[in-house]
């Protein structure tokens, strides 16, 4: 048994499965240049202390700001389902996003400038 | 399809079994937030949620001070329960209010440093993600660092969040003084000189005493560090563990269950060569866990084969980087958490219980256990107050499905051990069991007396926990 499985697609599966920490899958993440921050200060603080920390990192699986590319299959779902994804949270996203005082207005606005919008 | 998903395919069907199981883990009994209402203005009301989403509330107001003077005037005026809310990532009912949420977001930044103390004050609602930098281009550096960098100081401290090390104390045994902004307005300033008592009381502070709006940090200067990750039989790693422990700067080890390997994470400080951490594995790595638990969680024997023969040929892995890149890993698989902080000579015992627990009951479990070390200290609500080094035993569940079977299953092998829970995660301990762990208990509970006697503070969690009705 444990022959035959050694040499199944079972195993390499599972090779893959557990060493996922040591074969780095490629992310499929383009190097995205950080896009100059919102024009409106108070967009711009409220970026910085929320949402910058996952959109900036490459390390996270969060589409990141400026990558007009990555976002635009999320802005065509329409900009209902991104801001009640936001709320609710989706995927890695918790919910609120980071924001804990955030209102309607303030997700569009962030998603907007994110998106390259 | 890509590689790794054409062979995650080709597992069921060489397992031939179906794809999902029909059982839901429990996700009905999952408590929903509210859907949105909408407010006079005709635009959505938004409940608060915590990270995992198990906790929720639809607070009257959400309030953003934007300074200590309007900070002040809320907590006087502001309807109650007051709750601070620093990133939301605690899974305990801390924070949720049904009047005033506050947003500490504008109490943030490196106010000022001294590079003779190696000390720095920040604002209380800096994230940890934002501390790295700042303190690293000033020569400064946190000693310890938890799992993630999304909490708050202020949040982080008010839960003895904590990393792992035994000579690394929890994140609030290396507050020197901070700043509170109590329940009547007040602004007071503590520390071990001034107002000793509030200050050994408002380190671990739940949020009840008032709000922090600044704290001063004994740091360290700006290190590299190697963080290297290996996996090896699980029996060598626990008979080992103290070893390790003690050779390593920070050490903790995660059991995966139905594996007969588990993983040990040591990082040190180096001069070698910048090699940075590649992209985040562990978020895929679980979900590729669930997904065999949905094939083959009624046959244990092979899933625990093919899991062991699959990380056979596991390769360490290691990276050096500047210590705030190497401390947190990125966590985007959502769950609940229950952490249970034990005395160091309780640590394998419960351990060893825990795991024949899952091995036996918990055939649904796939989420790794992590176990780790903390020195101890003397905040008069810290888990870790009276011993020289605590251990704890962090187990997680799936934020799709329900937590309170498993952790119900777990919890009471702690207790003949007096296990201390971590204030933000999940448990059911009474504040009479609760007393009964912390000789300073009443020591806080008069302190909160004394800064908030109305009870502006507390929500019903937070009464409940501290035995007021
Ligand atoms: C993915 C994940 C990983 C984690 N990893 C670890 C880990 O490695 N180690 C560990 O120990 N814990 C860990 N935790 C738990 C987490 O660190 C704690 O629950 C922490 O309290 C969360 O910080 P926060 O900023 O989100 O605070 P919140 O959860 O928002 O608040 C926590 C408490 O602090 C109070 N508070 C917030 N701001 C203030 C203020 N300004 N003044 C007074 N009180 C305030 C709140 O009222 C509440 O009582 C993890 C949690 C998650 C979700």
């Known amino acids: 048994m444990k022959k035959s499985l050694g040499n199944s697609a079972v195993v390499?599966?599972?090779?893959?499965?557990?060493?996922?920490?040591?074969?780095?899958?490629?992310?499929?993440?383009?190097?995205?240049?950080?896009?100059?921050?919102?024009?409106?200060?108070?967009?711009?603080?409220?970026?910085?202390?929320?949402?910058?920390?996952?959109?900036?990192?490459?390390?996270?699986?969060?589409?990141?700001?400026?990558?007009?590319?990555?976002?635009?299959?999320?802005?065509?779902?329409?900009?209902?389902?991104?801001?009640?994804?936001?709320?609710?949270?989706?995927?890695?996203?918790?919910?609120?996003?980071?924001?804990?005082?955030?209102?309607?207005?303030?997700?569009?606005?962030?998603?907007?400038?994110?998106?390259?919008? | 399809m890509n590689r790794r998903d054409l062979l995650i395919s080709s597992v069921a069907a060489a397992t031939g079994v179906g794809l999902a199981g029909c059982d839901d883990h429990g996700a009905s009994k999952l408590p929903q937030a509210p859907a949105p209402t909408t407010g006079p203005d005709g635009k959505r009301l938004i409940p608060w949620q915590n990270w995992s989403g198990y906790q929720f509330g639809v607070p009257v107001q959400r309030l953003v001070p934007k300074d200590e003077a309007e900070l002040s005037d809320i907590m006087r005026h502001a309807p109650g329960p007051i709750r601070p809310v620093g990133a939301g990532h605690s899974f305990t009912a801390l924070?949720?209010?049904?009047?005033?949420?506050?947003?500490?977001?504008?109490?943030?930044?490196?106010?000022?440093?001294?590079?003779?103390?190696?000390?720095?004050?920040?604002?209380?609602?800096?994230?940890?993600?934002?501390?790295?930098?700042?303190?690293?281009?000033v020569g400064q550096a946190l000693a310890n660092m938890p799992d993630i960098d999304s909490q708050t100081l202020a949040g982080a401290i008010g839960t003895a969040t904590h990393g792992t090390g035994a000579g690394l104390g929890a994140l609030h045994s290396y507050v020197k003084a901070l700043r509170l902004v109590t329940p009547r307005g007040e602004i007071i300033d503590c520390s071990a000189e001034q107002n000793p008592e509030v200050f050994s009381a408002a380190k671990v502070s739940l949020g009840s005493l008032g709000v922090i709006t600044q704290m001063t940090l004994?740091?360290?200067?700006?290190?590299?560090?190697?963080?290297?990750?290996?996996?090896?039989?699980?029996?060598?790693?626990?008979?080992?563990?103290?070893?390790?422990?003690?050779?390593?700067?920070?050490?903790?080890?995660?059991?995966i269950p139905f594996c007969s390997q588990a993983m040990a994470v040591a990082i040190n400080p180096t001069d070698e060569p910048m090699q940075p951490r590649g992209p985040e594995q562990d978020n895929d790595a679980v979900m590729q866990m669930k997904q065999l638990r949905d094939w083959l969680s009624w046959w244990p024997g092979m899933r625990q084969r093919l899991l062991d023969m699959a990380t056979r040929d596991f390769e360490p892995e290691e990276a050096v980087d500047v210590w705030y890149r190497i401390f947190p890993s990125s966590r985007e698989v959502r769950f609940n958490e229950m952490e249970y902080h034990l005395p160091s000579e309780a640590l394998m015992p419960a351990f060893k219980?825990?795991?024949?627990?899952?091995?036996?009951?918990?055939?649904?479990?796939?989420?790794?256990?992590?176990?780790?070390?903390?020195?101890?200290?003397?905040?008069?609500?810290?888990?870790?107050?009276?011993?020289?080094?605590?251990?704890?035993?962090?187990?997680?569940?799936?934020?799709?499905?329900?937590?309170?079977?498993?952790?119900?299953?777990?919890?009471?092998?702690?207790?003949?051990?007096?296990?201390?829970?971590?204030?933000?995660?999940?448990?059911?301990?009474?504040?009479?069991?609760?007393?009964?762990?912390?000789?300073?208990?009443?020591?806080?509970?008069?302190?909160?007396?004394?800064?908030?006697?109305?009870?502006?503070?507390?929500?019903?969690y937070l009464r409940q926990l501290f035995g007021i009705s």
């Open chain 1, 12 to 117: 390499a599966a599972l090779v893959v499965i557990v060493s996922a920490c040591g074969n780095s899958a490629p992310t499929g993440k383009a190097q995205v240049t950080a896009p100059p921050p919102p024009q409106d200060a108070a967009l711009a603080r409220l970026y910085d202390q929320t949402c910058r920390a996952c959109h900036a990192s490459s390390r996270t699986g969060a589409p990141m700001a400026g990558d007009t590319a990555a976002w635009a299959p999320r802005m065509a779902q329409g900009m209902d389902v991104l801001v009640e994804h936001t709320i609710n949270g989706y995927n890695g996203m918790p919910p609120l996003g980071a924001c804990m005082d955030c209102s309607e207005d303030d997700y569009v606005a962030l998603i907007r400038y994110m998106a390259g919008q």
């Open chain 2, 95 to 137: 924070v949720p209010t049904d009047g005033t949420l506050l947003s500490l977001r504008n109490f943030s930044g490196l106010l000022s440093h001294d590079q003779d103390s190696m000390t720095a004050r920040l604002g209380a609602g800096t994230r940890l993600g934002d501390v790295g930098p700042m303190l690293d281009e």
């Open chain 2, 218 to 255: 004994q740091n360290v200067p700006t290190h590299r560090l190697k963080r290297r990750s290996w996996l090896a039989p699980i029996d060598e790693l626990i008979d080992n563990f103290d070893q390790l422990v003690s050779e390593n700067h920070s050490f903790e080890m995660y059991y």
């Open chain 2, 353 to 460: 219980q825990v795991r024949e627990r899952i091995e036996s009951q918990h055939h649904e479990e796939f989420f790794p256990v992590e176990i780790r070390v903390v020195r101890g200290d003397d905040a008069m609500l810290s888990p870790f107050q009276g011993h020289a080094v605590s251990s704890s035993i962090a187990v997680h569940r799936y934020h799709k499905e329900d937590p309170l079977p498993y952790f119900a299953s777990l919890e009471p092998i702690y207790q003949p051990y007096e296990g201390r829970p971590h204030w933000g995660k999940m448990h059911t301990l009474s504040s009479a069991q609760l007393a009964a762990r912390y000789p300073r208990w009443k020591d806080f509970l008069a302190v909160r007396e004394a800064l908030d006697p109305d009870g502006r503070m507390l929500n019903p």
